[in-house]
């Protein structure tokens, strides 16, 4: 009987079974590794750069921004200024697509881009993606999946503006407070009345704490109702009409960013992560849903007195001190975005002047006072949620924390004071009628 002659490869393997069967495991196939990682979504972006300053400004952006945060949030990021991949099908590749400064031109792009959303994929379009005077030269887009038909006015300049979020259930919009402050945009008005659309339910409106919204008189809406932001239930989109900074045309200088608001930045990540991946994880905004429509009184949980306007003052050097709560509108409160997250905070006996610290001073113990608002960082203060409707106030030049004494006593001045944690830092808003 002949032995069966086993080679030095064969008794490799042999062994490497038999340590397999022993150990209780065996070498995991790289393929099957693979399918077990999940991918990031991709984006296409599609832009021109090639129209109006205040575009390119959005777009150039846009191509920063949308990069950095696609690592932490789940997605890849490509931007293109070639539209024929929505007509030879290279579009396909990608999860979602984006218009941030144009639209389909050709016969075939146009198709293309109708296939595209007809098979599963997903859009998000800023501000002149859904510019036309020709709606119906491209039907489908424009009256049946915009549903905006055609542009027909705009507010100018282009100025922030106050929406008010209409749908909070929405994962694009479940995250934002009731009324946020949008950065600077020229705003479009359209000939279709989205409301009466089936089709199109709207996430955000311009509230109307916005009017007049414009600075050209010919060009300022006084009132009416303007959806902002909104989808198309049929398909998985979005459109919102950011995208258009403010310019100096002279000197080709942006005066405004998009993407300064935490907020509305925070929108537009919540809603390309439901585009890509039908759900959003982000979580609320730090300071959580304060409106900025809405007065609050504002009390000193430590010792429960109210920040106070002394005598009901309104002029420059007022005394901001604590005070037992009255009700009156000394006692009254507005939180307005500015820009990263910071809110000036205005008095309800005169709306324009603000809650400042005195000299502009960095010092411990430095005072605060009502002052007209002049967009000095030492008239704006970031909200930091401490738990419900409490929150810790931060001046934005000085770091240093708003501070009430620790006991209790009429007309002692608030101070801004490093930050400790101490409950002489932390207050409650109440939404006053």
Not at 278 to 291: A, D, E, F, L, M
């Amino acid at each position: 009987m002949h032995g069966v002659r086993v080679s030095t490869t064969q008794r490799g393997l042999r062994l490497l079974l038999l340590l397999a069967v022993l150990f209780g495991f065996a070498a995991t196939p790289a393929q099957a590794t693979a399918r077990q990682v999940s991918a990031p979504f991709k984006v296409l972006a599609l832009y021109s750069g090639d129209w109006d300053a205040a575009h390119i400004s959005f777009e150039k952006e846009a191509n920063v921004w949308f990069p950095q945060q696609a690592a932490a949030n789940g997605f890849t990021y490509t931007s293109s200024t070639n539209w024929d991949l929505l007509a030879n099908g290279g579009v396909n590749a990608y999860q979602v697509v984006m218009f941030l400064d144009n639209l389909p031109q050709t016969p075939a792009q146009q198709s293309g881009f109708e296939s595209y959303m007809r098979n599963g994929g997903a859009y998000f379009g800023f501000h002149v993606a859904a510019y036309t005077h020709e709606a119906e030269k491209w039907d489908w887009y424009h009256n049946k999946f915009l549903g905006s038909g055609n542009h027909v006015n705009n507010t100018w300049e282009p100025t922030p503006a106050v929406l008010r979020v209409e749908d909070r259930t929405h994962p694009a919009t479940k995250n934002l407070p009731a009324t946020f402050t949008a950065t600077a945009s020229e705003w479009y008005s359209w000939s279709n009345d989205l409301r009466n659309n089936p089709d199109i339910k709207i996430l955000a409106s311009v509230d109307p704490s916005s009017f007049p919204l414009g600075t050209d008189p010919n060009q300022t809406w006084y009132s009416g109702y303007y959806p902002i932001i909104w989808t198309n239930t049929k398909y998985r989109m979005l459109y919102t009409n950011f995208g258009h900074n403010k310019m100096n045309y002279d000197t080709n200088t942006a005066l405004s960013s998009t993407f300064s608001s935490e907020t509305q930045n925070r929108f537009m990540l919540d809603g390309l992560k439901w585009l890509g991946t039908g759900s959003s994880t982000s979580q609320p905004p730090t300071g959580g849903p304060i409106s900025e429509t809405s007065w609050y009184s504002v009390a000193n949980t430590g010792n429960g007195a109210c920040v106070d306007a002394r005598g009901a003052g309104t002029a420059n050097g007022t005394v901001v001190q604590q005070y037992t709560c009255n009700g009156t509108n000394a006692q009254q409160w507005q939180f307005r975005s500015t820009d990263s997250g910071y809110v000036r905070i205005a008095n309800r006996g005169d709306a324009q002047q603000v809650v400042d610290v005195g000299d502009r001073s960095v010092a411990d113990g430095a005072g605060v006072q009502l002052w007209s608002y002049g967009g000095g960082t030492n008239q704006q203060w970031r909200a930091d949620k401490v738990s419900d409707n409490v929150y810790r106030f931060t001046a934005r030049h000085s770091g240093r924390c708003l501070t009430a004494a620790t006991t209790a006593g009429d007309g002692v001045q608030l101070t801004q004071r490093t930050c400790d944690g101490s409950a002489a830092q932390s207050f409650r808003l109440a939404q006053q009628p």
